[in-house]
């Protein structure tokens, strides 16, 4: 079993950064496909980006936060990053920290084991 635990979303302007971090629980978290997804009240969840787990550690991200947007990790400290640039109105949303035990990063929310409780992030225009 793994917990995730997000933290650092808030309120920013448009244009302004922020970063998201989550922590998991358990010994095993090299493991682990991680990733992010975010969520609009009466809209699907929509997947941001993933990161594999070590032993290549390649990226993936949506169009949409391509060039703004990095994921990253941490093995030792169990974490896993978004570091969030130039943020727009548009990029307010819950977002959720996942983790999957495949050795890729997957778009679909289905394919991931775990969820976080989500932290909100708002973006003024």
């Known amino acids: 079993q793994v917990q995730l635990v997000e933290a650092g979303g808030g309120l920013v302007q448009a244009g302004g950064s922020l970063r998201l971090s989550c922590v998991a629980s358990?010994?095993?978290?090299?493991?682990?496909?991680m990733g992010w997804f975010r969520q609009v009240p009466g809209k699907e969840r929509e997947f941001v980006a993933g990161?594999?787990?070590?032993?290549?550690?390649?990226?993936h991200y949506a169009d949409s936060v391509k060039g703004r947007f990095t994921v990253s990790r941490d093995n030792a400290k169990n974490t896993v990053y978004l570091q969030m640039n130039n943020l727009k109105p548009e990029d307010t949303a819950v977002y959720y920290c996942?983790?999957?035990?495949?050795?890729?990063?997957?778009?679909?929310?289905?394919?991931?084991?775990?969820w976080g409780q989500g932290t909100q992030v708002t973006v003024s225009s």
């Open positions: 996942v983790a999957r035990m495949g050795l890729v990063v997957a778009t679909t929310g289905n394919e991931y084991d775990y």
């Open positions: 358990g010994r095993t978290f090299s493991r682990y496909t």
């Open positions: 990161i594999s787990r070590s032993g290549g550690s390649s990226t």
